[in-house]
T-cell receptor, first 118, second 111 residues
Framework: QVELQESGPGLVKPSETLSLTCGVS?????????WAWIRRPPGKGLEWIGS???????DYNPSLKSRVTISVDASSNHLSLKLTSVTAADTAVYYC???????????WGQGTLATVSP | QSVLTQSPTVSGAPGQRVTISCTGR?????????VHWYQQLPGTAPKLLIY???NRPSGVPDRFSASKSATSASLAITGLQVEDEADYYC???????????FGGGTRLTVL
C-alpha cells in the first residue's frame, strides 16, 4: 500500500518561500505514477498545483507556474514543493498525491496546513 | 470561479437519492477526458470515489454511481446515510489550461 506523508513549517511570512516535503513509502517514486501537489484554501475547494512524472517532466497550474517548483528525490523517496513570494491567499491545507496518466488520484497524504502570516 | 461547475450544496434525508452535477465545456469533459469523483469527509484527505467516468474502486459501495454525457457528468448516491455527509469533487483535464481541474465542490448534508 502506498502511503504519503507531508511535512513542513506551519507558518510562513508573506513574501517568503513555502517549502514542503512529502515522504512516500510502500512504492518507489521512480517506478511510475505522477506525483502531485494539491491544496485546499479555507472555505474553498481543491486546486491542483502541479505534477511531476518520475522522468522529471513537470506540469504546473498556469495560475501558479511562475512561483512553483516541484521536484523528486529518488534517493530518499521524497517529493518536494517550493512556492515563492507567498501571500495570505496561499494559506491552505496542502496535499501530496499520486495519480496515473488519466489524472486518477489514487493515493493522498493526510495534508498539512500552511498559514501565511506576518 | 472553478473551471468545472458544481452546485455548492445538496441535501437529502436518510434513505433518499441525491445527484450532484458537474458541468464543464468543450475543452475538458466535452473533449472526452475522463471524469473522476472524490469524497472528502470532514477533517480528512479526499478519497477516490469514482474513476474513469463511472467505475468504482474496490471497497466503494454500489450506492455510489456516476455517468458522463456531452460536457457534463453526474454523481448519484442512493440510500443516503448520515456518514455520506461530506464534500464531493469532480475532476478532469482541461486542454486549454494544459492541466488538471476540479469542480468547486458540493457539500452534501444528510438531514
Amino acid at each position: 500500500q502506498v502511503e504519503l506523508q507531508e511535512s513542513g513549517p506551519g507558518l510562513v511570512k508573506p513574501s517568503e518561500t513555502l517549502s514542503l516535503t512529502c515522504g512516500v513509502s510502500g512504492y518507489s517514486i521512480i517506478s511510475g505514477y505522477y506525483w502531485a501537489w494539491i491544496r485546499r484554501p479555507p472555505g474553498k475547494g481543491l486546486e491542483w498545483i502541479g505534477s511531476m512524472f518520475h522522468s522529471g517532466k513537470t506540469d504546473y497550474n498556469p495560475s501558479l507556474k511562475s512561483r512553483v517548483t516541484i521536484s523528486v528525490d529518488a534517493s530518499s523517496n521524497h517529493l518536494s514543493l517550493k512556492l515563492t513570494s507567498v501571500t495570505a491567499a496561499d494559506t491552505a491545507v496542502y496535499y501530496c498525491a499520486a495519480h496515473d496518466s488519466s489524472g486518477r488520484l489514487d493515493f493522498w497524504g493526510q495534508g498539512t496546513l500552511a498559514t501565511v502570516s506576518p | 470561479q472553478s473551471v468545472l461547475t458544481q452546485s455548492p450544496t445538496v441535501s437529502g434525508a436518510p434513505g433518499q437519492r441525491v445527484t450532484i452535477s458537474c458541468t464543464g465545456r468543450s475543452s475538458n469533459i466535452g473533449a472526452g477526458y475522463n471524469v473522476h469523483w472524490y469524497q472528502q469527509l470532514p477533517g480528512t484527505a479526499p478519497k477516490l470515489l469514482i474513476y474513469g467516468n463511472s467505475n468504482r474502486p474496490s471497497g466503494v459501495p454500489d450506492r455510489f454511481s456516476a455517468s458522463k454525457s456531452a460536457t457534463s457528468a453526474s454523481l448519484a448516491i442512493t440510500g443516503l446515510q448520515v456518514e455520506d455527509e461530506a464534500d464531493y469533487y469532480c475532476q478532469s483535464y482541461d486542454r486549454s489550461l494544459s492541466g488538471w481541474v476540479f469542480g468547486g465542490g458540493t457539500r452534501l448534508t444528510v438531514l
